[in-house]
């Protein structure tokens, strides 16, 4: 969810998988520039989910299943039906899981996503993710809305850190994802677990800080999202202004959206949505850019390669013969 405003103060604590695929700074690690080098392939090779990039827009696609950036009503289409399938699925395999950060805040104004936001959050125990590990991972779950036109399959994705439930190198701060086939768009799903019960009992933490009390999140209530029954923590409002100030139940423009109070809804201005086509437009101008340039290299390096090997070849037929 991107509320940078707000949001600066806890970013660093946050449980978004923005900036995931980013490499470490610099100054977070000590030792000779190669072994920075090695440190930082390893811990990408330590990562379980892989994104595009590691932006705002491109790091919410499953690299796997990525095709391109979808537009706007595409993305709202797709996440409102996700969500509505996680929420069903979870309901009646008689898991437990509740919304989080900015899901949690669109569920604060109307019930609803908030248009802007980039991705799904959703919050599970340690326990139940333990259970997702064990018993529904790699998953294919099919899904038809209401009205039974649309019909979706989504991948059930559980990290194989799961087990280890403190931070780590932070690469794997994501515990599962439950991710549309189609486009790769995906809920972010993270466990809490209460990681020290003899010096913190009741305090539930998610591998990127986040914390909870116990009589924060339970008893969790019953609300509705997107149509759909689901379940909400109990102290939301303090779990909300804890993580986005009390402007953010408050201030009825943000990004490019304003809020209509007869409608109960978020309203694109025209004005963003020119913007979005033009950065999304870039991105992907971008994006192929960097990828036939990678092409490219690669030739060239195997081009080269050839070049090597060929003289050798010559020289071992000339002997041949
Ligand atoms: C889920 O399945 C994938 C693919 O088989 C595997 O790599 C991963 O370790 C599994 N996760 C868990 C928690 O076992």
Not at 48 to 72: A, L, Q
Request: aromatic share 12%; proline share 3%.
């Amino acid at each position: 969810m991107r509320l940078l405003h707000y949001a600066a103060a806890v970013a660093t604590a946050s449980c978004f998988a923005t900036g995931l695929a980013a490499p470490a700074p610099a100054e977070e690690v000590s030792g000779s520039s190669a072994s920075l080098v090695k440190r930082a392939e390893d811990k990408s090779k330590n990562k379980y989910f892989h994104e595009p990039s590691g932006d705002d827009i491109m790091g919410h696609y499953d690299i796997r299943y990525f095709k391109g950036v979808v537009d706007y009503d595409e993305r709202t289409d797709t996440l409102t039906h996700m969500i509505r399938a996680y929420l069903n699925f979870f309901r009646e395999n008689g898991l437990d899981t509740w919304i989080a950060h900015g899901t949690l805040l669109g569920w604060w104004w109307n019930g609803k996503m908030l248009p802007w936001d980039w991705d799904v959050d959703t919050q599970v125990s340690g326990a139940t993710l333990h259970h997702l590990g064990e018993k529904y991972n790699q998953t294919h779950n099919h899904y038809v809305s209401e009205d039974g036109k649309t019909k979706r399959e989504y991948l059930l994705d559980v990290n194989s850190w799961i087990w280890e439930r403190e931070r780590g190198d932070g690469m794997n701060i994501i515990d599962a994802r439950w991710i549309d086939l189609r486009n790769g768009l995906y809920i972010d799903i993270t466990g809490l677990s209460e990681t020290h019960p003899d010096a913190n009992p009741g305090v539930w933490v998610c591998k990127n800080y986040h914390r909870y009390k116990t009589t924060d999140l339970y008893p969790l209530r019953e609300s509705v999202y997107e149509g759909v029954p689901a379940k909400i923590p109990y102290a939301y409002d303090k779990i909300l202004t804890e993580e986005y100030q009390q402007k953010a139940l408050v201030l009825t423009a943000y990004e490019g959206h304003i809020w209509d109070p007869s409608a109960k809804e978020w309203q694109k201005t025209a004005e963003q949505d020119e913007k979005d086509k033009h950065d999304n437009e870039e991105r992907m101008r971008k994006y192929k850019e960097a990828q036939e340039k990678e092409k490219e290299e690669k030739e060239k390096a195997e081009e080269e390669k050839s070049k090597e090997e060929k003289p050798e070849k010559e020289k071992s037929d000339k002997e041949d013969k």
